[in-house]
């Protein structure tokens, strides 16, 4: 029996359910797969045939508990304070809950803000990691961090790379107390030095990317050790729409999807009424989700043009839809894509921004609206821009594209091109 692969990842279900589908990729081809996250993720990963280890992190819980982080969602400065005091209380359990996930194991994959956890557990047992990333975080002077507005635009090459090094910074100054000051030490392990070690230790570390070259190119000058895979999709093949959403389907032209997913609202109530509004303007039908509680409506038909439902998986969803609202984050970024239809990206934090101008260059997506200062007008026109012949085109040949991708595939591949991968099954494929 080969050892586990063990996926630690943290976050939304948009950082949890790609972790997923290369878990399940990575079981198919004989490794057996754990995934250490938090909780309020177990019936999805043991549901998926994973093994499910608990990592107190629960992201759902804290957004709920405070909706104002929404409205500091891209103030870094805010974010940092606020996940900085959040991973140290949080990590006071890590040491225990990742010896457990990581007993036996043959290979470590930390993911987003996992990564160090993983890579401290990878050398206290002096076993294999690897790093996923679900956003581009490589070094580089051709493409910037994509935190930063500078992402966006075409920048000289020191003053991209400046941006990483200030980055990495900020990146350490947030993890730096939950690492250095408890997972390290109760590891045995010596401490990081006061830069961290996002700029020596991590940069050479094995990296797969799961996004698609066709959103983003892959960087000429990344090094060979970081590898863009395409998109890890989780499939639930078995859905179907309920009877209500397919009469109101039935009823009319494709509609619009809206909603939000995993983000939270401090007023949920206005700012449905401002989307409702304009979808009213626009003329357009749609399909509302609540989800976390961005949005706020009871399940059902409004009225012959508004739709509302909790949520919806967006593999059977989304190629129903004439196009998509969100808030553009990486896994709804890549359904949307995927099915071929416009977006139309309303950004809440972190990377979002840069994913909305990802699509706006590739000819899918109207310019990112300003959720802030959103209007029934400003929704409205984006909308009726989402309807131009040649973006639909332009929609459909992006998701040929990407549906032509097997981004799990691809990831292991590179694993067992850098012999990562527990050997034993390594070695019966090749016999």
């Known amino acids: 029996m080969p050892k586990p692969v063990v ?3 943290i976050g939304t279900q948009g950082d949890v359910r790609p972790c997923v589908a290369l878990g399940q990729g990575l079981q198919s081809a004989g490794y057996p797969v754990r995934i250490a996250t938090s909780t309020n993720f177990s019936g999805l990963i043991r549901g998926a045939g994973l093994e499910f280890y608990p990592l107190t992190a629960d992201f ?3 957004l709920q508990a405070d909706r104002s982080i929404a409205n500091h969602g891209l103030d870094l400065r805010t974010i940092a304070r606020i996940f900085r005091e959040r991973y140290t209380l949080w990590a006071a359990n890590w040491v225990q809950e990742g010896l457990a996930a990581s007993e036996g194991a043959g290979l470590l994959i930390g993911v ?3 990564i160090l956890l993983a890579k401290a557990l990878s050398e206290m047992r002096k076993i294999p990691f690897a790093m996923a990333r679900l956003q581009p975080m490589t070094l580089s002077g051709i493409l910037p961090p994509v935190m930063f507005p500078i992402a966006r635009r075409k920048v000289p090459r020191i003053v991209s790379r400046a941006a990483f090094y200030l980055i990495f910074k900020m990146l350490w100054n947030v993890m730096r107390p939950a690492i250095n000051d408890i997972v390290r030490p109760r590891l045995g392990l010596p401490p990081y030095p006061w830069y961290g070690p996002y700029f020596r ?10 996004f698609s070259r066709h959103v983003l190119p892959r960087p000429a000058d990344w090094p060979d050790n970081s590898q863009i895979s395409g998109y890890w999709f989780l499939d639930q093949p078995q859905w179907t729409p309920p009877e209500s959403l397919r009469d109101f389907l039935a009823a009319g032209p494709k509609p619009v999807y809206i909603g939000f997913g995993s983000m939270v609202s401090p007023d949920a109530t206005a700012f449905t009424q401002i989307v409702l509004d304009g979808v009213k303007k626009s003329g357009r039908r749609a399909v509302v989700a609540t989800g976390w509680g961005a949005l706020d409506g009871d399940d059902g038909p409004r009225d012959e043009q508004i739709f509302f439902l909790r949520q919806a998986p967006h593999d059977g969803l989304f190629p129903l839809m004439a196009a998509a609202v969100h808030h553009g984050g990486a896994g709804t970024i890549a359904a949307a894509a995927r099915a071929g239809i416009p977006s139309i990206i309303v950004p809440f934090f972190g990377d979002q921004p840069f994913w909305a101008h990802c699509l706006k260059l590739r000819g899918v997506a109207p310019p990112a609206l300003e959720r802030k200062t959103l209007s029934p007008g400003v929704l409205a026109s984006a909308l009726k821009a989402a ?5 639909v085109e332009a929609a459909a040949v992006l998701g040929r594209a990407i549906r032509a991708e097997n981004g799990v595939e691809e990831a292991i591949r590179w694993l067992n091109v850098w012999n990562l991968l527990p050997s034993s099954v390594a070695r019966a494929k090749a016999s």
């Open 7 to 9: 996926i630690f990842t």
């Open 387 to 391: 309807e131009h012949p040649q973006m």
């Open 201 to 210: 230790d991590l940069h050479r570390a094995k990296a797969i990317n799961g």
């Open 112 to 114: 987003s803000n996992s």
């Open 60 to 62: 759902e819980a804290m």
